[in-house]
């Protein structure tokens, strides 16, 4: 059974930063790929970032070069380290596990950014 609790969010002005984090239960962490999604109202949940098992990276054009994506194996917990954030980035952001080809969700955390 895997269970995924996100944390971190909250509330910052636009130019600051935050850091979330996601603890993953479960077997196989270590092999997963792990990613962060986010939805903003009315609109569609997109990708922000993921991790492969051994550390590859991909990051949504929107968020590159301020987003930083990283996993600590041993913690079973992956991170992501937001920057220079903008009110665009708005949104609750999901933890994902992709496990045998079955994608999981933690219950997500609400990022808000004001002006």
């Known amino acids: 059974q895997v269970q995924l609790v996100e944390s971190g969010g909250g509330l910052v002005q636009a130019g600051g930063s935050l850091r979330l984090s996601c603890a993953a239960s479960?077997?196989?962490?270590?092999?997963?790929?792990m990613g962060w999604y986010r939805q903003a109202p009315g609109k569609q949940r997109d990708l922000v970032a993921d991790?492969?098992?051994?550390?590859?990276?991909q990051y949504a054009a929107s968020v590159k070069g301020r987003f930083t994506i990283s996993r600590d194996n041993a913690k079973n917990t992956v991170y992501l380290q937001m920057n220079s954030l903008k009110l665009e980035d708005t949104a609750v952001y999901y933890c994902?596990?992709?496990?045998?080809?079955?994608?999981?969700w933690g219950q997500g955390t609400q990022v808000t950014v004001s002006s």
């Open positions: 991790i492969t098992g051994i550390g590859d990276t």
């Open positions: 479960g077997s196989f962490f270590s092999i997963s790929t």
């Open positions: 994902n596990q992709v496990l045998l080809l079955r994608n999981y």
